[in-house]
C-alpha cells in the first residue's frame, strides 16, 4: 500500500507532480508556480489532449523544472462539487496513472484550492486505496508491469490532514484484509484458514475471538450449516469477532453476519465448469465483515460490535447433501433442500439464529452474494438491499451513497415469502427464477426474531470486477467494508 503523508510545501528532488484544476480553472493560473516557458509547455500539452478539467481526466506531460526533467500531471475535478466521490476518484486516477509508470513519489498540490484537511485526506485515500495489487504468485511479471509508485505527498490540504488521516489508514487496512480473503484461492483460504487470517490481523488490536468447530455446532443443532459442509474435506467454522469500544463495553452490540462460502461447486447442483473458479469469492460476505472489523478496531470505534462469519465449503461428495434431502436448522425450523447450489441461505440461516440468541442484538445486518439474480436486477453499480425496517434502510443506503457502497432497496413480502413454503417441511430452500433474490431474502428474514431490526445485503454484483474502478483495478474491490464503517461510525458510535 502507498505511503500517504501531508507537508505545506513541494519537497525538493526527483517526484511527479500533480495539479488538480477545476472545470472554470485557469490552466495557466494552475501553473503558476512555474516559469513561463514550463508554463507555457504545459498548457500547450493540455489543449493538445483536449483536457477540459473533466472529472479524473489528465492530461500529462515533462517540463523543466530546475533543471529537472519534471512529469505534470493536470488532473481535472469536473465542475460539480457534489459530485459522487469526486476527491477518491482524483487520488485513484493519478495512482492508476502511475503505478508502474517508473516513478515512486508523486506529489499533489492543492495550493490554491483552498482545500481542508478532509478533503485532502479523501485525495491520498483514493490514492491508496488504487495502488491495492496481489501480485503473491505472478513470478514472471516484467519490468514495466511491476508497481514503481511508493508514495504520495499532499501539499496544502490543511494543517489537521495528518491528524485525520489514522482513521482513513485504517479503513485502507480493513479493505486491503477483505481484497486479500476475497483474491486468495480455495486451496488457500478456506473456513480454518479464514479464521487463522481474522486471529493474525484482529486479536492484536483487541478483538476477541471466538470460533465454533463442527461438534459444538452440531451440539446447538445447526444442521442447516453442517449439510453444506459435509461433502467437503475442509472442516466448517463459525467465527465471532467481538469488538467493545462503547463507554459500556458489555451493552447490546450491533451483529454484522456475513456469508463465507470459501468455494462453492454448488455440492450435488453442480454448477456448469466454465467460470467456476470465481467461486473462490463467494465468501465476500464474510469478507467485508471482518475487514470491517479491522477497521473498527483499527481505528478503536466507540461501540460495541460483533461480526459473525458463517464458513463451509460446498463440494459433491458421496456424503453431500442431497436434493430433497430434510433439514432442522438451530431455530427448530426444517427446510427441504431443493437445490444444493442455494446453499449461502443455509448457512446464514443458523448464524443467524446462533448470533441473536447470543448476543441479543436490536439491529443486525447481514452481507452475502446470495444470488445471481441480483445481478440481473442491479449489474454492478448497486447492491441489493432487503430489510424489516425503513429507518435501517435509510441509514444504510446513506452510508453507501457517501462511500460509494451503493445499495438499492429491494421489496420483500407475505406474496414473496408464501412462494418458500414446502409441501413436507416448513420451508424449501429454493423457488422458481423469478424474484429470485427476493424469494432468498424472504428465506432468511424468517430467522428473525420479533422485535430485531435486520437488513439483508446481497452483494453478489459487487466484491469482485472485471474491469478497473477508481478505487480497484480488475479483482476484487472490498466492497461494503468502507459501508459498514460508515453505518456504525454515523447511527451507533458515541459522538
Given at each position: 500500500m502507498l505511503k500517504v503523508s501531508f507537508a505545506s510545501q513541494r519537497p525538493d528532488?526527483?517526484?511527479?507532480?500533480?495539479?488538480?484544476?477545476?472545470?472554470?480553472?485557469?490552466?495557466?493560473?494552475?501553473?503558476?508556480?512555474?516559469?513561463?516557458?514550463?508554463?507555457?509547455?504545459?498548457?500547450?500539452?493540455?489543449?493538445?489532449?483536449?483536457?477540459?478539467?473533466?472529472?479524473?481526466?489528465?492530461?500529462?506531460?515533462?517540463v523543466d523544472d530546475g533543471g529537472m526533467a519534471r512529469r505534470v500531471l493536470l488532473v481535472g475535478l469536473g465542475g460539480k462539487r457534489d459530485d459522487e466521490a469526486i476527491y477518491e476518484r482524483v487520488g485513484g486516477a493519478l495512482t492508476a496513472k502511475l503505478l508502474t509508470s517508473g516513478e515512486t513519489k508523486l506529489v499533489i498540490d492543492l495550493t490554491g484550492l483552498n482545500f481542508d484537511g478532509e478533503t485532502a485526506t479523501r485525495i491520498g485515500f483514493g490514492a491508496a486505496a488504487r495502488s491495492w495489487r496481489h501480485d503473491l504468485y505472478r513470478t514472471r511479471l516484467g519490468r514495466k508491469q511491476k508497481p514503481t509508485l511508493e508514495e504520495v505527498i499532499i501539499v496544502g490540504g490543511g494543517a489537521d490532514a495528518a491528524d485525520l488521516w489514522s482513521?482513513?489508514?485504517?479503513?485502507?487496512?480493513?479493505?486491503?484484509?477483505?481484497?486479500?480473503?476475497?483474491?486468495?484461492?480455495?486451496?488457500?483460504?478456506?473456513?480454518?484458514?479464514?479464521?487463522?487470517?481474522?486471529?493474525?490481523?484482529?486479536?492484536?488490536?483487541?478483538?476477541?475471538?471466538?470460533?465454533?468447530?463442527?461438534?459444538?455446532?452440531?451440539?446447538?443443532g445447526m444442521n442447516a450449516l453442517l449439510g453444506v459442509a459435509q461433502g467437503s474435506e475442509n472442516e466448517p467454522?463459525?467465527?465471532?469477532?467481538?469488538?467493545?469500544?462503547?463507554?459500556?463495553?458489555?451493552?447490546?452490540?450491533?451483529?454484522?453476519?456475513?456469508k463465507g462460502i470459501t468455494f462453492d461447486t454448488g455440492g450435488i447442483s453442480i454448477k456448469p465448469a466454465q467460470g467456476m473458479e470465481a467461486m473462490k469469492w463467494d465468501m465476500g460476505g464474510a469478507g467485508a465483515v471482518a475487514g470491517a472489523m479491522r477497521t473498527l478496531a483499527g481505528r478503536k470505534a466507540k461501540a460495541n460490535v460483533v461480526g459473525v462469519c458463517a464458513l463451509a465449503e460446498n463440494m459433491p461428495d458421496g456424503r453431500a447433501q442431497r436434493p430433497g434431502d430434510i433439514v432442522a436448522s438451530m431455530s427448530g425450523q426444517t427446510i427441504e433442500v431443493i437445490n444444493t447450489d442455494a446453499e449461502g441461505r443455509l448457512v446464514l440461516c443458523d448464524a443467524l439464529t446462533w448470533a441473536q440468541r447470543e448476543y441479543q442484538p436490536k439491529v443486525v445486518v447481514d452481507l452475502a452474494t446470495l444470488t445471481g439474480a441480483i445481478i440481473i436486477s442491479l449489474g454492478h453499480e448497486y447492491a441489493g438491499m432487503f430489510?424489516?425496517?425503513?429507518?435501517?434502510?435509510?441509514?444504510?443506503?446513506?452510508?453507501?451513497?457517501?462511500?460509494?457502497?451503493?445499495?438499492?432497496?429491494?421489496?420483500?413480502?407475505?406474496?414473496?415469502?408464501?412462494?418458500?413454503?414446502?409441501?413436507?417441511?416448513?420451508?424449501?430452500?429454493?423457488?422458481?427464477?423469478?424474484?429470485?433474490?427476493?424469494?432468498?431474502?424472504?428465506?432468511l428474514q424468517r430467522f428473525v426474531e420479533p422485535g430485531v431490526k435486520w437488513a439483508h445485503?446481497?452483494?453478489?454484483?459487487?466484491?469482485?470486477?472485471?474491469?478497473?474502478?477508481?478505487?480497484?483495478?480488475k479483482g476484487a474491490t472490498g466492497f461494503g467494508v468502507a459501508l459498514l464503517d460508515r453505518f456504525i461510525a454515523e447511527n451507533h458510535e458515541a459522538k
Open positions: 528532488g526527483a517526484y511527479a507532480l500533480a495539479i488538480p484544476a477545476w472545470s472554470e480553472d485557469m490552466v495557466s493560473e494552475r501553473l503558476a508556480g512555474f516559469p513561463e516557458p514550463a508554463r507555457t509547455l504545459a498548457a500547450r500539452a493540455a489543449d493538445a489532449q483536449r483536457f477540459e478539467r473533466e472529472l479524473a481526466a489528465i492530461a500529462e506531460t515533462f482513521d482513513r489508514a485504517a479503513l485502507l487496512d480493513g479493505i486491503n484484509l477483505t481484497r486479500n480473503l476475497v483474491t486468495e484461492p480455495a486451496n488457500v483460504i478456506y473456513p480454518e484458514s479464514f479464521v487463522a487470517r481474522c486471529r493474525e490481523e484482529l486479536e492484536g488490536l483487541g478483538v476477541e475471538i471466538e470460533v465454533l468447530d463442527r461438534a459444538a455446532m452440531a451440539k446447538l467454522r463459525l467465527l465471532a469477532m467481538r469488538w467493545r469500544g462503547a463507554a459500556d463495553p458489555d451493552a447490546t452490540p450491533v451483529v454484522l453476519v456475513g430489510s424489516n425496517d425503513d429507518g435501517l434502510s435509510a441509514s444504510l443506503a446513506s452510508a453507501g451513497m457517501e462511500t460509494g457502497d451503493k445499495l438499492w432497496r429491494m421489496p420483500v413480502g407475505e406474496a414473496y415469502d408464501k412462494i418458500m413454503d414446502s409441501p413436507v417441511a416448513d420451508m424449501k430452500n429454493s423457488a422458481s427464477r423469478e424474484g429470485g433474490s427476493i424469494t432468498a431474502a424472504c428465506f445485503l446481497d452483494i453478489a454484483g459487487m466484491v469482485w470486477a472485471e474491469k478497473p474502478g477508481h478505487l480497484y483495478d
